[in-house]
């Protein structure tokens, strides 16, 4: 089944443990770590995310839009997160970060722009949880979905198949519901939302819908057969 993870960088800062709970049967909850170096925009930091994850029983999902993860990413870990998302584009040991996110007891996930290929990571896959092919440009929320991505999305499912890979497939940037289901038959099985959820009226209906229309379509994919 589709996991749906709306991103909280389009819901209200000031009333985090709200918003959590406003979008209640979620799979996860997804956190926007930004440095204003790796990327334009600065959000929030360890002690957030530490308060978040006491406010909330949704596991947090933490994508880490940082310089330097390999220093910052365990304590995230520490700080709570379920699943730790790094930038493979700022890593300086991608495979030894992998490592210790694992070893502290959290999910290990690898992150690539829209100009970063697959292809060269091949070889770390079973080293990792999951991978976040980005559909935007990593910074902001509320961009244009990169239909271009399409290809990657399909590439990286083929390699988990050959591999015979548990990994989880997670999009980013631009998911909505005019967009969703060309993810899923590409290849994803994890959704991030910002604004689709957190726009919307009814913030877990949207999930409740993303989910639905997400499903359909991976339900004739040649990758999901068999799932
Ligand atoms: C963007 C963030 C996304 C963002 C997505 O850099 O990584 O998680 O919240 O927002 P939407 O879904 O509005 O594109
Ligand atoms: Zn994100």
Redesign the pocket.
């Known amino acids: 089944m589709a996991q749906i993870n709306p991103?909280i960088?389009?819901a209200d800062f000031a009333r985090l443990a709200d918003e959590a709970e406003a979008v209640r049967g979620s799979d996860w909850l997804?956190v926007?770590v930004?440095d204003n170096h790796f990327?334009p925009n600065l959000t929030l930091g360890v002690p957030v995310v530490e308060s978040l994850a006491r406010a909330t029983d949704i596991p947090l999902d933490l994508?880490l839009?940082i310089e330097d993860p390999d220093r910052w990413a365990p304590q995230y870990v520490e700080a709570g997160a379920g699943s730790v998302t790094f930038h493979v584009e700022a890593a300086a040991a991608p495979v030894r970060l992998a490592r210790e996110i694992r070893a502290k007891g959290a999910r290990a996930s690898m992150a690539l722009k829209p100009g970063t290929p697959i292809e060269p990571y091949e070889d770390l896959l079973p080293e990792l949880d999951m991978v976040l092919i980005?559909t935007?440009?990593?910074?902001?929320?509320?961009?244009a979905f990169l239909d271009i991505m399409l290809p990657k999305i399909r590439r990286t499912r083929e390699l988990i198949a050959k591999h015979d890979l548990e990994l989880w497939l997670q999009v980013?940037?631009?998911?909505?519901a005019g967009t969703i289901e060309r993810c899923a038959e590409a290849g994803a099985d994890v959704f991030?939302?910002?604004?689709?959820v957190y726009g919307a009226e009814d913030p877990a209906e949207a999930v409740r819908n993303l989910r639905g229309l997400a499903d359909k379509a991976a339900a004739d994919a040649w990758w999901a057969c068999g799932h």
């Not at 935007?136 to 961009?143: S, T």
């Not at 980013?172 to 909505?176: I, K």
Request: proline share 4%; hydrophobic share 45%; net charge negative.
């Open positions: 991103s960088l389009s997804h926007d930004m990327v994508h839009m980005m935007v440009e990593p910074g902001f929320g509320g961009q980013d940037g631009g998911v909505a991030v939302a910002g604004s689709a």
